[in-house]
């Protein structure tokens, strides 16, 4: 407004906060008031993106709290700028009633999130070191946030179908544990892996899913899958 080279500092700190979340929000919203649809499963993002998505509700209390300070800063020269513009003087709430609506609508979501009758977070993990500390981060943050987590998932572990889920398939190709070294020290890595995540593991329910030699595509696989998550 003021022009380029302006000595301003910009009130809302650069990029709106929570601009990516809060259309990801709103798109789950839309869906949770769909009668179409009896569950909604939501593939969420690397854990980063989703506890930002968790925090949008402070976020936008942050946002709307700074958008407010800036429209007292400039009511004065507003208002010395209406009869430059015409008689009508603008609606100081004007565009903010969206804003809360908006919030509003956040709560409702976080409110559906934490109620463990209608919400079942599932951690998916490899049975790695580093996945087995990144979802130890996220179990505490979820906590924080009162997000139930019934399950935990391990995927692409290296065993028989069989020991996984129980499934008979004859076409299924299973990893070399006895001749293949490469194999055998994969299965050491994430046995290592799956030692450390005992205490992770701990009250929830753990399903396993193997490592497939190919991609998961096709009704077959997809059912191997199911098999194993149910």
């Not at 930002?52 to 004065?76: A, F, H, I, N, Q």
């Not at 919400?119 to 997000?147: G, N």
């Not at 593991?201 to 059912?223: C, Y």
Request: charged content about 35%.
């Amino acid at each position: 407004m003021l022009g380029e080279g302006a000595d301003v500092a910009n009130p809302l700190g650069g990029t709106m906060p929570g601009a990516d979340e809060a259309a990801a929000m709103r798109l789950l919203l839309e869906y949770l008031d769909d009668d179409r649809f009896e569950r909604v499963v939501v593939d969420t993002a690397p854990t980063g993106h989703t506890l930002r998505l968790l925090e949008l509700p402070e976020v936008m209390d942050s946002m709307l709290g700074k958008v407010l300070t800036l429209r007292e800063r400039l009511s004065g020269m507003m208002d010395g700028l209406t009869g430059m513009f015409g008689d009508e003087e603008p609606d100081p709430e004007e565009g903010f009633d969206d804003l809360e609506v908006l919030r509003e609508r956040i709560e409702r979501l976080r409110g559906v999130l934490r109620d463990p009758a209608r919400t079942d977070f599932r951690i998916v993990m490899v049975p790695e070191e580093l996945s087995v500390v990144e979802s130890r981060r996220l179990l505490a943050r979820l906590a924080e946030f009162d997000v139930p987590v019934g399950t935990i998932v391990v995927n692409r572990v290296m065993e028989d179908l069989a020991d996984v889920a129980g499934v008979d398939a004859d076409w299924f190709v299973t990893p070399d544990l006895d001749d293949c070294e490469f194999c055998q020290r994969r299965w050491e890595v994430q046995q290592r892996a799956l030692r450390e995540s005992q205490d992770l593991f701990r009250g929830h329910d753990v399903r396993r899913v193997p490592l497939f030699a190919e991609e998961v595509r096709g009704e077959r696989l997809l059912e191997v899958v199911a098999a194993c998550l149910d």
